[in-house]
Structures are given as C-alpha cells and as structure tokens.
C-alpha cells in the first residue's frame, strides 16, 4: 500500500516562502514521477509541478515558473516543493501524487495512482 503525506504548509504573508514535503512509503519510490497539485476553494484541482523519478527533469505550470521549484531525496523517499514570492492566488490545499503512467510527468491527475492528503497554504496580503 503507498502512502504519501504531506507537511509543511500554513498562514504566511504575500512575498514570503514555504517548502512543503511529501514522505512516500509502499513502493519504489526512485522509480515513479512525483507531482505537486493544488485546489484552492471553489476551483478545479490543477497541476503545479512534476519531477520524473531520477530527478533530473523538471516541469511546471506557468502560474508557478520561476517562484517554485520541485526537487526530491530518493534516499528519504521524499519530494519537495519550494515555494518563494508567494502570492493570495497560491492560496490552495496542495496535494502530491504519484504516476506509474507510460507518460513522463504527466499534468493530468487521472494518470496519477496515488494521492496523500493535502496540506493548507494559506497567503494574505
């Protein structure tokens, strides 16, 4: 059974940062693509950022290029997501997930096999 828990978010203001972790357990982690999703109230859950399993490529929304940046651990079965200059629309529960799909780092959340819990980053201006 994978598991995938999320940590670090919470209340910061406009211009400050936050890195948000995501512990994986239950499976190979170095071999599968690891993403950042968010939802922010009344919205759609959209895609943030993916890293495919070496670490070595990178993808991100337009919304988020240049401010955050995803990295992992494989030796602590962890992914991170650092976020800088955050802004009130960052305003979101930001969920990582896992893909076993053929597609490299794909955006769409229906390709991802498993999902942690969420956590809150809350931005005020």
């Known amino acids: 059974q994978v598991q995938l828990v999320e940590s670090g978010g919470g209340l910061v203001q406009a211009g400050d940062s936050l890195r948000l972790s995501c512990a994986a357990s239950g499976r190979a982690f170095s071999v599968y693509d690891m993403a950042w999703f968010r939802q922010a109230p009344g919205k759609e859950r959209e895609f943030v950022a993916a890293?495919?399993?070496?670490?070595?490529?990178?993808d991100y929304a337009d919304s988020v290029k240049g401010r955050f940046t995803i990295s992992r651990d494989n030796a602590k079965n962890t992914v991170y997501l650092q976020m800088n200059s955050l802004k009130p629309e960052d305003t979101a529960v930001y969920y990582c997930?896992?893909?076993?799909?053929?597609?490299?780092?794909?955006?769409?959340?229906?390709?991802?096999?498993?999902w942690g819990q969420g956590t809150q980053v809350t931005v005020s201006s």
């Open positions: 890293i495919t399993g070496s670490g070595y490529v990178t």
């Open positions: 997930a896992t893909s076993s799909s053929r597609y490299s780092m794909p955006r769409e959340e229906f390709l991802y096999d498993y």
